[in-house]
């Protein structure tokens, strides 16, 4: 009777007649065993564990109870034990699939994929398709979630040998390929067990992630999209929610519905700006300041509106910002005919030119922790330097003139480097600028540079030749294009907390997540004509935002994916 109303599901009433049984028979081990199946179905893993030791001091001959208990102490999480038991029973039961399965479960956990792969061959050998419809009441880690014991519950030896959950093992299978990086080999099972079980729905999942990995992503799409419309599974139908929002990933202008804008052109759009440089304060990152050939523009609301911020702004042909690591509310701008600064957020500017003998300034960067010392690169190929806020400058390029400096870099841990992208190849200084040397990527104008926050000495450039990586410094350059179409890339940014994690904007937006090996297309919409700056919100690193030739800011919201 136990077993019957365990069938029905009305398992409290379960255990009260297996109690009765135990009672009259101390010694009915499959009682016990039986006791275990509930106590496990009702997440009580103690007292599972406790029934099925019985179980197995009176049935030591059997492998169930022992299966029983192994599976019990994977779903525990401990493994030492599980794979004991479970080892036992297959001493036991050399055939008993079920135990191969768990067992695969649990080096699946521990990380011994080929082991794990074994133990599912052994799995799917010993589930004849013939017993399909018959699952033998043996737990399993998903039981924790959602109940499996369906169909007759079987006490043959020749059925205890089969496990029949078939598109269950071909998908676990798949996933330790697919953690070994066998992708094609991984897909074959997955494809197995969805055509086994057409509503399997992490299997959909994992082919969806599988494919996602190997970068078709019209195919992970379908699969992904499969997942959330069989809404059978809640948990994986919301990691595949997470994978489709980046997959579905488009471009949002980030002057979306601006309050009173004029449509081409306004006091609060600028969307038709070609914009040369974008800064975020690191403090309040909805807060944006945009460097662009009609001045400054500035938007408290993550790009959503824009005002313009040019009061005594005298040229407001703006080329390069920069923004005070410690204190936001201090801004420089460089334009045509000098620096200019702000110590109020952008509201009033004031011109900052005592010593600029080239006032034609295409570059800002200020010390990370010392922010009153700024370097500025001019097209006439200086370098000027300030130590006091921009009160005054003092050149500072020896060994480095005559040649347009594009872009400027300081090393976060080692703020006396200083590294130079120009219009002749990347320079670098480990004296605070006092001196230059050329470190390659001849004749290359580099546009953009960025540092690994966490090696400093893996650098990325990006030229009118393509995307270059050095992971010494600058000695050596290689290039890194797989995946990269695009041979003009001249905005980078690296995500301060993966650094794997890297933008380049050229043609459109380029994401790579293995610090450059390979790279997919994150924004394949974007109808502009050239990327010109990327800048990516300091703490959330979600926010992508894209300055443009001619059409303003974008912003590419994105799943974190920590």
């Known amino acids: 009777m136990g077993m019957y109303y365990y069938e ?5 009433q379960a255990i009260t007649q297996l109690n009765i049984a135990i009672n009259m028979n101390p010694d009915f081990g499959e009682a016990y065993n039986n006791r275990g199946l509930v106590y496990f179905d009702l997440s009580d893993y103690d007292k599972a564990l406790a029934d099925f030791d019985k179980a197995t001091q009176l049935m030591p001959n059997s492998a169930i109870p022992y299966s029983n208990r192994g599976a019990t102490y994977l779903a525990k999480g401990d493994h030492d034990n599980a794979l004991t038991s ?14 191969f399965y768990n067992r695969g479960l649990t080096h699946l956990d521990l990380e011994n994929y080929d082991q794990a792969i074994t133990d599912f061959d052994k ?14 009441k043996t737990p399993t880690r998903e039981a924790t979630n959602n109940s499996p014991f369906l169909g007759n519950f079987v006490k043959s030896i020749e059925m205890s040998q089969s496990f029949a959950d078939l598109p269950t093992a071909y998908t676990y299978r798949g996933v330790a390929y697919y953690r070994k990086n066998d992708y094609e080999s991984a897909i074959a099972d997955f494809n197995k067990a969805i055509e086994l079980q057409p509503d399997l729905a992490f299997a959909y999942y994992y082919r969806g992630v599988t494919y996602y990995n190997r970068s078709e992503n019209e195919k992970a799409l379908k699969d992904l999209e499969t997942v959330v419309e069989l809404n059978n599974d809640p948990q ?13 990933l488009t471009l949002e202008p980030a002057f979306l519905s601006p309050t009173g804008s004029s449509g081409a052109f306004g006091e609060t759009g600028i969307e038709n ?6 800064v975020i304060d690191p403090l309040t990152p909805n807060t944006l300041f945009a460097a662009t050939g009609n001045g400054i523009f500035t938007s408290v609301n993550s790009g959503v509106d824009w005002i313009p911020a040019n009061n005594g702004l005298t040229d407001t042909d703006v080329r390069a910002l920069a923004i005070n690591p410690l204190t936001p509310t201090i801004l420089y701008a460089g334009t045509f005919t000098g620096t200019f600064k702000s ?14 003998i080239d006032t034609d300034i295409q570059s800002l960067v200020i010390h990370p922790t010392k922010p009153e010392v700024i370097y500025a690169g001019t097209f006439g190929g200086s370098v000027f330097k300030s130590e006091n806020g921009g009160d005054s400058w003092s050149s500072a390029a020896n060994g480095i003139t005559g040649t347009a400096v594009f872009t400027l870099a300081i090393d976060p841990t080692m703020p006396t480097t200083i590294y130079a992208g120009t219009m002749d190849g990347f320079f670098k200084s480990m004296n605070d600028g006092e001196t230059w040397e050329f470190f390659g990527l001849k004749d290359s104008f580099v546009l953009a540079i960025a540092i690994d926050p966490i090696t400093p000495t893996t650098l990325y450039a990006g030229t009118i030749d393509g995307l270059f ?3 010494d410094g600058g000695k050596q350059w290689l290039p890194v294009e797989n995946g990269l179409p695009d041979t003009y890339i001249s905005g980078l940014v690296i995500d301060p907390f993966n650094p794997v994690t890297i933008y380049a904007g050229g043609s459109s937006v380029y994401k790579s997540t293995d610090g450059g090996n390979n790279w997919q297309l994150v924004a394949a919409d974007l109808s502009i004509p050239a990327v010109r700056v990327l800048a990516l919100d300091p703490i959330t690193t979600t926010t992508l935002y894209v300055g ?15």
């Open 8 to 12: 029905q599901g009305e398992l409290e």
């Open 86 to 99: 479970l080892d036992r029973a297959l001493e036991l039961n050399q055939k008993f699939g079920k135990a």
């Open 123 to 136: 799995a799917i050998e010993f589930s004849p398709e013939q017993f399909s419809t018959l699952l033998h």
């Open 236 to 248: 994986i139908q919301s990691e595949a929610g997470l994978i489709l929002d980046e997959l579905k």
């Open 273 to 278: 700006e070609q914009v040369f440089s974008l």
């Open 343 to 356: 110590t109020d957020g952008g509201e009033n500017w004031s011109l900052v030119n005592t010593g600029l």
């Open 469 to 471: 990586k050095s992971v």
């Open 548 to 562: 443009t030739e001619y059409n303003g800011v974008f912003a590419i919201r994105q799943v974190d994916e920590k």
